[in-house]
């Protein structure tokens, strides 16, 4: 099948950019073939924040992140936008990790294509 590259830049919650972005990541993971890599920059940093509240009906970003991953995702944070705003590894949600503009530029290559969201 193909390789998904996925660069999420907008915030979890104020629009639905990012929620959108995860919900076309989760279908595409789920076809036997397929494989997703995430990438949350700027703003989108704060989709792996650990330990999300939202209003009873509301989605929740954090738990859209873990599907993802059961299927074999991964999901990269830049870490220069986590120390921005002042967000520690320990505050990443299960499964996500600290990368880099080095890390980004490895899945670009490696991607057959790319998303951004």
């Known amino acids: 099948m193909a390789k998904f590259l996925f660069i999420l830049n907008s915030a979890p919650y104020g629009n ?4 959108n972005g995860l919900r076309l990541a989760d279908s595409l993971v789920r076809h036997e073939g397929n494989d997703v890599q995430v990438f949350l920059i700027g703003d989108a940093a704060a989709c792996a924040k650990r330990g999300q509240t939202v209003p009873h009906g509301f989605y929740n970003i954090e738990l ?4 993802i991953l059961r299927h074999q995702g991964r999901i990269g944070v830049c870490g220069s936008c986590m120390d921005a705003r002042g967000m520690t590894d320990a505050e990443l949600a299960e499964g996500c990790h600290r990368s880099s503009m080095e890390e980004l530029t490895n899945w670009t290559l490696w991607a057959d294509k790319v998303l951004v969201f």
Request: glycine share 0%.
């Open 16 to 19: 639905e950019h990012s929620f």
């Open 64 to 67: 859209m992140l873990h599907p």
